[in-house]
């Protein structure tokens, strides 16, 4: 620095430029830095994402024509009415299950992974953790569904280890089960479910790993001290401080099981989910309407589950 | 009649750091124990060891007569006040106050009723309903000692309850939990770094130091005759004397203390320049240069003050110099 900058004023001269008129504008006027930083998302949101979706919600009260297969731009329930089938509620319900069975095994599996993480895992295990949960994200979709596909083929590793363990009978007389079970495990709605959850699970640690991360140890230690025994220091304290980050959780399983067509279409049976109706329905099938109140369905659901967990108490602890 | 705590050679050790070293400690039923020391000196871990939160690495406990190494803090009938109070941010006051009556299995309107009392007692009453995110900090403070009241410890530990208050009410609640204390008859270990805390309020007094303690005694004693250098300096900021000024100042080549309210500026006696002067508001506090050493003195207000770079002469009665051996 030369010695004529450091020539002291009690007031330094502006920046000059337009860089430096926007700066000092910014800095008296804060609100317009925020007006200029938010329109453009907030562009995108309402007009794009907001938009579209309600263009969807519209689309769901027309119907179509049966005999020339067009869509009626006439509001009507008809097509709400065709959900209620027992073939389309067939499928409704399917995927609800399959949807709330996999958030709940998240939840099982990912909270005592998120446990060690937020608790013990300093430094490089802490690296560890996030790079072995977040691994799998980073490989295409499809790949590790496919890989899925032969891990749990009937001549896959998962069939192989079983053979060599001489516990084959396991899978077999769990294949045997009706509606769980199939073929192999490639094409039985336990593959679909294991694949979901496996794909998933990630939606599930992270969150749970943030919301465990902001419990003071000195809580469990004060539960403790105050004669809890671990596992009433669990459902005390932390499963409630935990909760938050648990619903947020179940959110992206619950509402990515509801929506997904790929999965169930590459392991499983040949019976829908709701993803793959909406994809028949506006595909081959040119029902947009139908389609469209298929995918109202999660939406709706995704609410009244939040709403429920608002009531439960869920988001007290944020 | 046992100990209410008693330590025999407890040591605990994180890697290799030593936060409690061959520790021997005593507490009296209903006495009120103060564990002062700087930080880091060892006091919260020895906390944490009666609550059960830490394990000794070697070393006994007993809790009234009671072996306590192994137990863990539920089984322990001992309660905490934490220094953050650690409040249970998803329950509303009384139920934070009710829990350890609740996971005791006490039903619901019993315990209820129980935790009014208890907040009535902290001077609290009707506050059941909030959260602790709607409280003050003294208010929170109070919610804490009543939460581990309420199940009537044996034994209540408070770590730097005071800390984060402020002086007013810092010295207000001196004066409730000594009230409370005494009235409950429960006894109380409290740590704190602030000697005038544990001089105003406990009882008996351990000064901890490196894992140490250093001196265990009223706070008369500990104020009055502090055995080390350590004790002497930390404990109202005595004036610590070299075995060779003290011989020069005409006693034998020992360790001495002597408190700054204890010197007067006089016309006869040693002979000490003024560096500094800071006006204190019920005293001013003079720094002097006695041949090479740094002594304070506390001047009565009123008095007039030497400016810095006078020449002063210092008295003192014989009896104020407190001796401490040629080791301390």
Redesign the interface.
Known sequence: MSASALKATAILPGRGGIGGALSDAFWRKPTLLLFVLLTPPLLWLGIIYLGSLFALLVQSFFSIDEFSGLVVREFTLKTYGELLRPANLDIIVRTLTMAALVTIASAILAFPIAYFAARYAKGRWKAVFYLGVMLPLWSSYLVKVYAWKLILAKEGILTWIFDKLHLTVLIDSWLALPVVGGNSLSVSPTGTFLVFVYVWLPFMILPVQAALERV?S??L?????????PR?TFL??LL??ALPGIIAGSIFTFSLTLGDYIIPQIVGTSHLYIGMAVYAHQGTAGNIPLAAAFTVVPVVIMGIYLWLAKRAGAF??L | MPHAVSFQKVSRHFGSVRAVDAVDLEVEPGEFFAMLGPSGSGKTTCLRLI???EQPTSGHIEIFGETAEGV???RRN???V?Q?Y?????LNVADNVA??L???GVGGTERLREAEAALEMVKLPGYGARKPGELSGGQRQRVALA??LV?KPKVLLLDEPLGALDLKLREQMQDELRLLQKSLGITFVFVTHDQGEALSMADRIAVFNHGRIMQTGTPEEIYRRPKTRFVADFVGSSNVLSPALTQRLGGPAEWASLRPEDIRLSTEGAEAVVTATSFLGSATRVTLDLAGEKLTVLHPAGAPVPAPGAKVRIAWDKAALHLMGPEA
């Open positions: 003071p000195n809580l230690e004060a539960s403790a001290d105050l004669g809890a025994a009433q005390n304290v409630p401080l007290d602890a | 609550a059960g939160f863990p803090p539920y001992v309660n905490t934490f953050d650690a409040l249970f941010p998803h829990y350890g609740m996971i005791r939460r581990a199940n």
